[in-house]
């Protein structure tokens, strides 16, 4: 089947009523079609219905001879047949045939070496207004010769039939590889537009020698790079929009053999509790141009009530990069100098920032620990702990192992520094102990960056075996060792080898890993 001929046909009985309309124009039709309201400051604020996460349960890789062999399959990577792709795509196109639908034309990719052209089909004014605002936008110069490689069409009002299509539920995201579609539908959450072309790049990326990773990355004024990897929630983009630092993007990237570069135009942040005072720069790119999903309006005043979670936790916001005041356009560096990996613990067990040999950073990547926070995920209510594989497993088409390989090789040779930061909680685990505070994490990761960290003194933790600094500037010396803070010392022993038999149990199914990287994790006696 010739994809490309049946979107020409598509265009030609049905053209679009715009390709790459002017933000401005894109929310005059989603005020219009009442598909958003706008608050205070502009911003449009639209919700997501059912779905106010991403559905993982719900996303395939069409299972095509020509990639079937390099498909790591499994839970995540679902394979679907071409049959049930292909129907699902026809009734896809004959959908939009009876729909005002929105094309944007664009890039993946921030440096021009590896930029991957895409287009983007919406039925939804604001999904449209959506992605222009996180993936590249062109020039005019580039929009005349613009020939997209992955072409993605999303129907979030056509919904799929599990019974006759074969789906789980009526939401749908569909990969082929080999024919260089996506097709989205049954769910509005636009998070999945963006994770379908970071899943793209995943497998693309490697093919060229570039890590792709699901990190936050900024740089200091002397070319600094730092990368901040981490699942959602656990403080990307947080900690990456740091005022004295340039931030290069908050939530994917790629490693060439050049240095770094953003795949995004635009951020994708979290707003549950957001607030002017801790998190300025977030605060003020909520704005005309950017849009809320699921945030609670005053219904008199139009201001957002960002403590409101009656939809959901995983309130977001979508802007491009440059409403970030510092941003760095284009939004690309040198290879990074320190790497940190960030976890939400909710058993508050681990230190709030500890240094990693390399062989503990590669057993730590390839785990990849947090608290599955509420909200992220479509059915989950309350933090959970969850391994997922490079920080980033659900949209990780190829084997573990080339990204974790591709990781270690590009530490070796640029001589980084990796630490592990906590960003959950403190004092005990959720619901007795205390989330740590952001203004100590961020005196953390600034003494990782500057440098100070390398002239403290370490020791061990006697479980986990990473080094646990014995000062930080800025921050309360009792608090770098999560046992003092904990009232019942022998309540935290427990729940501290109960999650080190976690972290062994997750690491059974590495099989091929050398055994250094194997006994750099946790130690139970």
Known sequence: MDTSSHVDRLFAIKPPAGRNLPVSKLVEIALARQEGVLTDTGALCCTTGNYTGRSPNDRYIVDEASVHSQIAWGNVNKPISLEIFDRLYQRALEYLETKDYFVFDGFA??????????????????????????????????????????????????????????????????????????ILGGTEYAGEMKKSIFSVLNYLMPLREVLPMHCSANVGADGDAALFFGLSGTGKTTLSADPERSLIGDDEH????????????????????????????????????????????????????????????????????????????????????????????????????SKLTKEQAMYHFLSGYTSKLAGTERGVTEPQVTFSTCFGEPFLPLSPAVYANMLGKRIDEHKARVYLVNTGWSGGPYGVGKRMNLTYTRAMITAALNGELEKVHYHADPVFGILIPEEVNGVPAEILTPRNTWDDTEAYDKTARSLAESFRHNFEKFVDVSADIRSAGPSIT
């Open 254 to 353: 790629g490693w060439s053999g050049n240095g770094i570069f953003n795949f995004e135009g635009g951020c994708y942040a979290k707003c549950i509790d957001l607030s002017q005072e801790k998190e300025p720069q977030i605060w003020k790119a909520i704005r005309f141009g950017t849009v809320i999903e699921n945030v609670i309006l005053n219904s008199d005043s139009r201001v957002p009530d960002f403590t409101d979670n009656s939809l959901t936790e995983n309130t977001r916001a979508g802007y491009p990069v440059n409403y970030i005041d510092n941003a760095l356009i284009p939004s690309l560096a040198g290879h990074p100098r320190v790497v940190v990996f960030l976890t939400a613990d909710a058993f508050g067990v681990l230190p709030p920032i």
């Open 109 to 182: 990719g921030a440096d021009e070496k590896y930029s991957m052209p895409l287009r983007v089909i919406n039925e939804y004014a604001w999904h449209n207004i959506f992605v222009q605002q996180l993936f590249i936008r062109p020039t005019s110069q580039q929009l005349e010769v613009h020939q997209p490689e992955f072409t993605m069409i999303c129907t979030p009002g056509l919904k799929a039939d599990p019974e006759s299509d074969g789906t789980n539920s009526e939401a749908y995201i569909i990969l082929s590889l080999e024919k260089k579609i996506i």
